[in-house]
């Protein structure tokens, strides 16, 4: 294990603040390292992992699909394509879906379709996002992310305006007839799982309709079932005209999609956009199986009540103890804001065979996969409560990005 460590950190960039830890295989919601010792995965790969680790059906997905064709390039149709396409329309009730590789690229093909979108209606003003997202680390992602990701990286493209995230009268000011489009994370991920609130959510959409404004959500890290609702939109009753995907969307495969509908679709033709991999046999034969299972085990369902119990769980066990400040989230996407940065107990967790993810500095962030147990719960939490209060709440040195 520490070979393998010596070597990566030789060889590879110097872009993430790993733990120190090798894991060789998966199972469910366990996972072990090189060493066999075993852990329990709360963090499902920062919410890709959503069926746990190496479903037998979406292994053999995988399997059936690379003996078959791995690879065959976007200028020719291919099946297992097709046939996600369709579910996703089924499953989402839009009519229309774009295939990429990662979350990113979901967001780019995402701006470039509100940029026409924008010159088709003699619209000059800005795309916004809010105060505190992330939507990814392209150069016109960190444009609309927050500040501590865009250092050193200027210059960044014009276009682009920030509204104060939950705040109804910054989004009043700033939306007028000549915004362009509007990005939202339903529930804040790596800014720190921080739902946005139902009436800022309403109002939100009530101006972008008002306004001929495109409401794109970004349900990277929030959709595909996370918060107990397909897409986490849908507990705002509300309806965006574009939605990003990624992450569990491939079970661990690399994939993104833009899910929208036919009319914003056809502002782009052939030869505006595309990608190499996007959509690609092998990343389609595997989302399938997974949005096949969530749907035939009703695994949405299943992450509400579990959801439900964790919160409740967080609640009464952590409410209280030393350095605790709110718990919040939904379905099973968690949060403990902490009074101080909480590396040290994820590192401490790690030790005690838990693997949770500390985000925006100071936020135990929780990405269980839907399967994970109660029992598997109530382990981690006596752990946990056990780590904070073994904790002096002093300020440590402080980590200016979440691991990842
Ligand atoms: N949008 C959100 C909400 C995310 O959480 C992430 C990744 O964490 C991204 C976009 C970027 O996704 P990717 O890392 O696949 O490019």
Known sequence: ??????????????????????????????????????????????????????????????????????????????????????????????????????????????????????????????????????????????????????????PFPSGFGKISFNDIGDLRDKINRDSIAIFVEPVQGEGGIIPAAPEFMRELARLCRENNVLLICDEIQCGIGRTGKFFAFEHFNIRPDLVTVAKSLGGGIPIGAVITDKKIADLIEPGDHGSTFGGNPLACASSHAVLSVIQNENLTERVRVTGNYFL??????????????????????????????????????????????????????????????????????RALKMCILSMKPEPVESAAHSIY
């Open 1 to 154: 294990m520490d070979e393998i460590r010596q070597i990566s950190d030789r060889y590879h960039f110097n872009v993430y603040r790993r733990l120190p830890v090798v894991f060789s295989r998966g199972k469910g919601s366990k996972i072990w390292d090189m060493q066999g010792r075993k852990y329990i995965d709360f963090l499902a790969g920062i919410s890709v992992n959503s069926l746990g680790h190496n479903h037998p059906e979406v292994v053999k997905a995988i399997r059936q699909q690379a003996a078959k064709l791995i690879h065959i390039s976007n200028i020719y149709y291919s099946e297992p394509q097709t046939r996600l396409a369709e579910l996703l329309c089924r499953i989402s009730g839009y009519e229309k879906v774009f295939f990429c590789n990662s979350g990113l690229e979901a967001n780019e093909a995402a701006i470039k379709i509100a940029r026409r979108f924008g010159a088709k209606h003699n619209k000059s003003g800005n795309i916004f996002s809010f105060t505190n997202c992330f939507h990814g680390r392209s150069i016109s992602s960190i444009t609309m992310g927050s500040e501590k990701y865009k250092k050193g990286f200027g």
């Open 312 to 381: 409740n769980a967080l609640k009464s066990g952590l409410s209280g103890l030393p350095g605790v400040k709110e718990i919040r989230g939904i379905g099973l996407m968690l949060g403990v804001e902490m009074e101080y940065p909480c590396r040290p107990l994820v590192e401490k967790m790690l030790e005690k065979g838990f693997l949770i993810n500390c985000t925006s500095e100071k936020t135990l962030r929780f990405l269980p996969p839907f399967i994970i147990s109660t029992r598997e719960i109530d382990a981690m939490l």
